[in-house]
């Protein structure tokens, strides 16, 4: 199997496994992907999603040889397909990057909610070299994250980066030893899990939500934060908030 998919309780996590070919991704892997995505956006039991890849690399990006011989094409298409399921996961989605994060590899953490990156990650986005256009929405949030002229670098040059890059750039939250990069991974992703579900869920569901003015996100903040008081969600957390400090004390 060339994505695997495995569930750990609350926590599912997606590997490319393709090392032969450092994870290029096919046309049947994005298919798979897209699967894996939209199941867990609808499994209730899945509260975060990890992805990873084999090897030592994340992707060395599209497999351009399938594409040029499968020719997919139209919105449905299974690359689109995944791009859209990532892009609105309402699951929690955490990265594990190293070696190489190439073209797609690169641009789909854009969606990510956490990424890890291995120390000595190379990242790259290089389209125009190839003759094609930035996907992802990658012209978009891009420019939006790092400035336009630093994103035209990277888009229209072709310049790669490394992780310290990456991090300065806010593209990744933290850098960790190769060696390391599974087992942080995984302690990221149960600690999460641990979290009060359905406030993890809204705070996601805001963090993607499409641009509003400020008084419209604060209204529609403070409506989630008064529903949220009266939860048994918030009332079992504050009651183990109070006995934590009491047995501190």
């Known amino acids: 199997m060339e994505i695997l998919v495995t569930t750990n309780g609350p926590v599912m996590e997606v590997r490319l496994n393709r090392p032969d070919k450092k994870n290029a991704i096919t046309v049947a892997m994005y298919s798979a992907l897209a699967d894996a995505f939209e199941h867990a956006a609808a499994d209730p039991a899945v509260r975060v999603v ?13 497999d351009i040889g399938d594409f040029i011989a499968v020719r997919p ?21 955490i990265a594990g990057v190293e070696g190489l994060a190439i073209g797609i590899g690169t641009t789909m953490l ?18 125009v070299n190839l003759g094609l256009v930035p996907e ?47 087992r942080q991974l995984c302690a990221l992703s149960e600690r999460l899990a641990a979290k009060p579900p359905e406030a993890v869920r809204l705070t996601k569901a805001l963090l993607i939500a499409p641009d509003c003015s400020v008084a419209d996100r604060i ?10 008081l009266a939860s048994a969600e918030a009332a079992a957390a504050f009651t183990a908030f109070f006995e934590r400090g009491r047995k501190s004390g």
Do not use: W
């Not at 990890?50 to 599209?62: E, K, L, M, P």
């Open 50 to 62: 990890t992805i990873n890849g084999s090897g030592g690399v994340f992707t060395a990006g599209n």
């Open 110 to 127: 854009l969606h990510c909610d956490l990424v890890l990156a291995a120390s000595g990650t190379t990242f790259s986005m290089p389209f």
């Open 219 to 228: 209204a529609a903040e403070g409506a989630l934060f008064e529903e949220r």
């Open 136 to 182: 992802a929405a990658s012209s978009l949030l891009l420019p939006r994250l790092i400035g336009r002229q630093r994103a035209a670098k990277h888009l229209l040059l072709g310049d790669s980066f490394d992780a310290e890059t990456a991090l300065e750039y806010g593209l990744v939250t933290g850098i960790v030893p190769a060696e390391e990069l599974g």
């Open 73 to 93: 094409g139209g919105e449905d298409m299974p690359v689109f397909r995944f791009l859209r399921a990532i892009a609105a996961c309402p699951k929690v989605v």
